[in-house]
């Protein structure tokens, strides 16, 4: 029995992927939204957690560190994400945190169950439709923190708020903020934000 941990923030949306995945014989399903998720693989020690990568329940980049946690004396889940080959930033932060599954939210639910089961076995699964979307993220020139900086500062927070939310100076989150413009070739922040939605970078 594989135990699987479903992580989306769109209620309806995660209820009816749950069920339908409920279905297969070999899969246990746990569903949560992203601000319950950490606490989910705690309690229910799932082999795989599949998880949206869009999400409301926190700012910026979605925290997938909190899917996987070191544990002692057992193995911590393994990573599968949804998304799309429109959101190449989401998935470079995927890759970093070890993700060993990418199914593509616009293909065929039987893909996801494919998915599931060879990520359980330790195998890589990526579907073929991604596969542009993978070589945006690897030219994106922005790092995790310039994405979480950026990320932050188009929610319209002051920097004083990304300052204390990523536990910065304030002349630190203006350095990175330069380096922003700098990267994207914009003209100001307001310009790196255009520039970085167009790409896909947010």
């Known amino acids: ?3 699987v941990l479903l992580v989306n923030d769109a209620r309806l949306v995660r209820s009816v992927m749950a069920e339908w995945l409920r279905r297969e014989a070999d899969l246990r399903v746990y569903d949560t939204p992203w601000r319950g998720a950490a606490a989910m693989v705690r309690a ?3 082999d795989v957690c599949a998880a949206d990568l869009d999400h409301t329940a926190a700012r910026g980049l979605p925290p997938l560190n909190e899917l996987s946690p070191p544990a002692a004396g057992r193995r911590p889940p393994r990573l599968l994400v949804l998304t799309g080959a429109d959101r190449p930033a989401l998935l470079r932060r995927a890759m970093e945190a070890g993700a060993l599954g990418y199914v593509d939210k616009k293909g065929s639910p039987d893909r996801l169950v494919h998915g599931i089961r060879r990520v359980a076995a330790g195998e890589r699964f990526v579907d073929d439709s991604l596969g542009l979307g993978f070589g945006k993220a690897a030219e ?3 790092t995790r923190r310039e994405l979480s900086v950026l ?3 188009a929610e319209g927070a002051s920097v004083a708020e990304i300052a204390g939310s990523l536990h910065l100076s304030h002349g630190t989150v ?3 903020m330069a380096a922003i413009t700098r990267k994207t070739g914009a003209r100001n922040r307001i310009d790196a934000i255009r520039i970085s939605h167009g790409e896909g970078w947010l």
Request: glycine letters at 0%; a positive charge.
């Open 174 to 176: 203006r350095n990175y």
């Open 1 to 3: 029995m594989i135990r």
């Open 151 to 153: 990320s932050l500062a």
């Open 140 to 142: 994106m020139p922005l």
């Open 44 to 46: 229910v020690r799932p």
